[in-house]
């Protein structure tokens, strides 16, 4: 069998067919979430009542469980409303080695809140919330957002 018959017209390289390599897939393979941002759902899960503050004993030193249990309503945001919080927005910023200051921007409706928490690291490499805060103003439709 020739080499002219199995290579496709034009081609002048002396290369027969092979095998065709395989494709990489398409899809991007799913990142787990960042320490920071993983902690901000679950805080929002707290702090909106959907769970009880119980659920983060683990996942907290120090102060900030009784932060947490100051914080957390007895009748959740947004309840009366009929919205449900979301998190907008989440970003974190490692001043030392295993320390996270983060803050996220969380919506209710027609209100904007902010939660600025601390994470730190420990011996055994498990990520612990060390400070939750939580603030926010209302913001009124058509008015600039606070400043």
């Given at each position: 069998m020739s080499t002219d018959r199995t290579?496709?017209?034009?081609?002048?390289?002396?290369?027969?067919p092979r095998s065709v390599?395989?494709?990489r897939s398409r899809r991007t393979a799913q990142r787990p979430p960042r320490p920071h941002q993983w902690f901000a759902e679950r805080l929002l899960a707290v702090l909106?009542?959907?769970?009880?503050?119980?659920?983060?004993?683990?996942?907290?030193?120090?102060d900030a469980y009784?932060?947490?249990?100051?914080?957390?309503p007895s009748a959740p945001p947004g309840a009366a409303r009929g919205s449900r919080?979301?998190?907008?927005?989440?970003r974190g910023a490692q001043p030392a080695t295993g320390v996270v200051?983060?803050?996220?921007s969380i919506a209710e409706g027609d209100r904007v809140r902010a939660m600025?928490?601390?994470?730190?690291?420990?011996?055994?490499?498990?990520?612990?919330?060390?400070?939750?805060?939580?603030?926010g103003e209302r913001l009124a439709v058509g008015s600039p957002g606070p400043r």
């Open positions: 290579r496709p017209a034009g081609r002048r390289d002396q290369r027969g390599p395989p494709q909106s009542g959907q769970r009880p503050v119980h659920w983060m004993l683990g996942h907290t030193v120090g009784d932060q947490l249990a100051e914080l957390a919080p979301v998190l907008r927005h989440c200051e983060a803050f996220a600025a928490f601390r994470l730190e690291q420990g011996d055994d490499r498990r990520w612990r919330c060390a400070a939750v805060e939580l603030g």
